[in-house]
């Protein structure tokens, strides 16, 4: 199945900094997804994007497939954007998960 | 519209024993699947349904059972809990396989002792 590689592990922030996480995808997609996982494990969807880029308020995407590779940016941190950023990719066969991002952002 | 809904939200059980995690969504959503997440993993496929009467496994089946009678339902059975499936369980849904989103349950954190 497809390999799928997020750094970096682990990030710190203080509130009101920018940051970019990025997610590695081994073969081709037809479908990506990045989440977050709050500190009380829920999964919030955030962007949907095998191709392109979508913005959404602070946050923005970019997957760029011939390249392989995906990036969220997080703009002006805030103390609730802390958690883990997941990126999922599906390639042919079943969806397959990042080990994440962990995000800690101080105020 | 509720969305994908799990229960129950915790539970522990004995070695041996077995149980039934319930997951329905009112999304009228084709695809249906379970994930299990464990300490600082990503989440892994156990099994997937693409739609009523159809059922897959995923990455790691091995001591879970599937069956989906209805659109709505999915439920994941336990045979013989082990404390390897002590674990964080999600469910997910969309609209069909492939390139589509998806939407994920609340979870459901099962200890086995």
């Known amino acids: 199945g497809i390999q799928v590689e997020q750094s970096p592990p682990d990030l710190i922030l203080q509130e009101g900094a920018n940051s970019t996480l990025r997610c590695n995808f081994s073969?081709?997609?037809?479908?990506l997804q990045w989440f977050h996982q709050n500190p009380w494990g829920q999964l919030i969807n955030l962007f949907y994007?095998?191709?392109g880029t979508k913005q959404n308020g602070r946050l923005s995407a970019t997957t760029v497939a011939t390249e392989r590779y995906s990036l969220l940016y997080i703009s002006s941190s805030q103390t609730t954007d802390s958690g883990v950023y997941f990126c999922?990719?599906?390639?042919?066969?079943?969806?397959?998960f990042g080990r994440g991002t962990s995000l800690i952002v101080h105020p | 519209n509720a969305g994908v809904t799990q229960t129950p939200k915790f539970q522990v059980l004995k070695t041996g024993q077995s149980m039934t995690l319930q997951c329905a969504q009112d999304?009228?959503?084709?695809?249906m699947s379970w994930y299990r997440q464990d300490p600082g993993m990503g989440l892994r496929l156990i099994h997937y349904?693409?739609?009523?009467?159809?059922?897959d496994q995923g990455e790691v089946p091995n001591g879970y059972n599937v069956s989906r009678s209805t659109t709505e339902d999915f439920p994941l059975r336990l045979l013989s809990a082990a404390p390897s499936q002590t674990s964080v369980y999600f469910c997910a849904s969309s609209i069909r396989q492939g390139t589509y989103e998806q939407y994920f349950g609340p979870g459901t954190r099962l200890t086995v002792t």
């Open positions: 073969d081709s997609v037809n479908n």
């Open positions: 994007i095998p191709s």
């Open positions: 349904s693409v739609g009523a009467g159809i059922t």
């Open positions: 999922v990719a599906r390639g042919s066969y079943i969806p397959t």
């Open positions: 999304m009228n959503h084709e695809y």
